[in-house]
């Protein structure tokens, strides 16, 4: 229970982040920011496995970096598309 609460916490974190670095308003709610944060942290975990780099010594900076990248390309994918499905009602 409590790695579930983990996730969808570091989720809403890279979703604030994802929101913060790409220019322009997101009108998504607050649960949509942080279900694409925590999707952008398990495509990263993933990709960073793949590439073998997930565990390092240290930090793993590149791992983190390829989660960022990911929750920012969910919001800048799904925002668009969810201000004109609210836009069309």
């Known amino acids: 229970m409590f790695q579930i609460v983990w996730i969808l916490l570091i989720g809403f974190v890279l979703g604030v982040l994802a929101k913060l670095i790409l220019r322009g308003p997101q009108s998504i709610p607050w649960w949509l920011t942080m279900l694409l944060g925590a999707a952008g942290a398990l495509l ?22 390829l989660q960022i990248g990911f929750a920012v390309a969910l919001v800048a994918i799904v925002a668009p598309a969810w201000t004109k499905s609210r836009q069309s009602r």
Do not use: E, Q
Request: hydrophobic letters at 45%; charged letters at 15%; glycine letters at 18%.
């Open 44 to 65: 990263g975990n993933a990709v960073s496995g793949w590439l073998g780099v997930r565990h390092t010594a240290g930090i793993d900076w590149i791992r983190h970096i």
